[in-house]
């Protein structure tokens, strides 16, 4: 497995007192009633547009690519209720890292992990499709709840913060893998694990091929799932951690696990993993990471969607 990040005396230096501030800052927030955190991520948000304004472009530029049938009113209010859930998703990340077990267990309700322990049963190694949802890190908490599985992850340049992020996540699953370390998914799966995979966002022109992604027809997708198939023989079960509206609480929809993947080659794959992804959206688009820049890459010679 990947040498996980450790706790040193280093992170305690001066040049980190600022981040311990913020983390914090967080640990108090999220000790406070749901509803009181679920008001205050979402008024958080709506500051964030008047700070990310580069961001709310890159939103409302993926919103108009993905649905120009939509009207101009109609994706902006999706815009809005999206980065209600970017304060959310901040809000969500200190409640998966610091929360006890007990109280995320008690706002979530849970369907669809019994094929996933009857797969487990069989022995059979599993691909977890968890696309990027701004409820993702906490939706991880409570599927590792529930079945522990192997994260990956990508570590983070302050080592403060790669710390933090990998002991929050290792609370409930059994252990994390660098996204570069191919070897130790593929063995993974092929000895019967959990493995979290995210094929959604825009790698780069490296592992990617070009295939439709909702309306846009050109979409860089990588073109991991179909090795990760291809050489594990492993299923994909596709999973949604969804916030319920007005501060009711979540839910955690673990669909119906795809056993026969198409993997007559890598655009068949990515083609195939898109519908995935696109059903996965459409259960809660408003929460969906829009502010990336998904199509930032381009065929040669075609101009930027930017």
């Known amino acids: 497995m990947t040498h996980l990040p450790q706790f040193t005396r280093s992170l305690l230096h001066p040049r980190y007192w600022l981040t311990w501030l913020g983390i914090g800052l967080l640990w108090l927030l999220v000790l406070l009633p749901y509803p009181v955190i679920y008001r205050f991520g979402c008024f958080i948000g709506r500051i964030a547009m ?9 939103a ?6 993905c649905f120009p049938h939509k ?10 209720k999206n980065f209600e859930s970017v304060g959310m998703g901040l809000m969500e990340t200190g409640m998966a890292w610091f929360w006890p077990d007990w109280r995320v267990a008690r706002w979530f309700d849970v369907s669809g992990v019994e094929a996933v322990k009857q797969l487990l049963a069989e022995k059979r190694g599993i691909l977890l ?4 949802f701004l409820t993702l890190e906490l939706g991880a908490r409570i599927f590792g709840m529930q079945t522990p599985g192997i994260g990956v992850y990508r570590p983070n340049d302050n080592p403060l913060i790669d710390w933090l992020q990998t002991w ?16 130790g998914m593929v ?3 092929k000895s019967g694990e959990i493995v979290w995979y995210a094929p959604d966002h825009d790698y780069g022109p490296r592992s990617s091929v070009f295939v439709p992604f909702f309306a846009v027809d050109q979409a860089a997708t990588t073109s991991g799932t179909w090795m990760l198939a291809r050489m594990s023989k492993a299923c994909i079960v596709p999973f949604v951690p969804r ?4 501060g009711a609480g979540y839910e955690l929809l673990v669909l119906e ?7 007559g080659s890598a655009e068949e794959t990515a083609t195939w993993m898109n519908k995935v992804v696109e059903k996965c959206i459409l259960l809660a688009p408003d929460q969906y990471m829009w502010l990336h820049r998904r199509f930032k890459t381009r065929p040669e010679g075609v101009p930027s969607r930017y």
């Open 243 to 246: 916030r319920k509206p007005n």
């Open 257 to 263: 696990p795809e056993l026969d993947i198409p993997l």
């Open 71 to 80: 009207s101009d009113a109609e994706r902006q209010e999706l815009v809005v």
């Open 187 to 189: 063995k993974a799966l």
């Open 168 to 183: 929050g996540r290792v609370r409930s699953n059994k252990a994390m893998l660098d996204r570069k370390d191919f070897k």
């Open 129 to 132: 499709i968890g696309v990027h």
């Open 60 to 65: 409302q530029r993926n919103l108009q690519l």
């Open 50 to 58: 008047y700070v990310m304004k580069d961001r709310v472009s890159i």
